[in-house]
């Protein structure tokens, strides 16, 4: 059947053109391409979706209404008839599974290390603060305070500042 009258009776005659363009003339060039040519020519010919899923559906039962083909296609034809069987040559260098076990192991071994190694530092850190002697520093502070007080108290802005020496100092 040629392409124009099939495109025509599911109504999508306008795009008759635009396949006559690229070469396509039946029906049956469109069924011997595959799904992924299919879509390919449909983005490229910019049909709307809803127009490429109705004529990839009617393409389908094309597909599945046509026989059995009774000959070789041509492209068949360059395909080898006996394929070739190599034998099985194991590379030399894979390595063993007790080789990547020991390795898994080492590695294993080395994140225990630093696991190990962190939980120690969070231990000393930890008893460092838990020895600091928070009422000690409690009152050195309280004597600081005491001190800044005493020293507000009397001292005053009016009086001249005096140096190192004993000397007064002009402001």
């Known amino acids: 059947m040629d392409l124009k009258s099939y495109l025509d009776n599911l109504s999508l005659g306008v795009y008759a053109p635009l396949f006559s363009d690229r070469g396509y003339d039946s029906i049956g060039q469109l069924t011997a391409l595959t799904n992924p040519q299919l879509d390919q020519l449909f983005q490229?010919?910019?049909l709307l979706k809803g127009h490429a899923l109705k004529l990839r559906k009617s393409?389908?039962?094309?597909?599945?209404?046509e026989?059995?083909?009774?000959?070789?296609?041509?492209?068949?034809?360059?395909l080898p008839t006996k394929p070739e069987v190599?034998?099985?040559?194991?590379?030399?260098?894979l390595p063993s599974p007790g080789t990547i076990l020991m390795k898994e192991a080492e590695r294993l071994t080395a994140k225990l290390t630093?696991?190990?190694n962190i939980r120690e530092d969070y231990r000393r850190a930890k008893?460092?603060?838990l020895s600091i002697d928070v009422e000690k520093y409690k009152r050195m502070l309280d004597e600081v305070v005491s001190v800044q007080d005493a020293l507000s108290k009397t001292w005053r802005p009016d009086l001249p500042a005096e140096d190192d020496y004993g000397a007064v100092q002009e402001l």
Do not use: Y
């Not at 026989?67 to 360059?78: C, D, G, I, M, Y």
């Not at 190599?86 to 260098?93: E, L, Q, S, V």
């Open 44 to 46: 490229s010919l910019s």
């Open 86 to 93: 190599k034998a099985f040559k194991p590379a030399a260098t």
């Open 67 to 78: 026989p059995a083909p009774t000959k070789k296609a041509k492209f068949l034809e360059v």
């Open 59 to 65: 393409i389908e039962m094309s597909r599945a209404a």
């Open 127 to 129: 008893d460092l603060v």
């Open 114 to 116: 630093d696991i190990e």
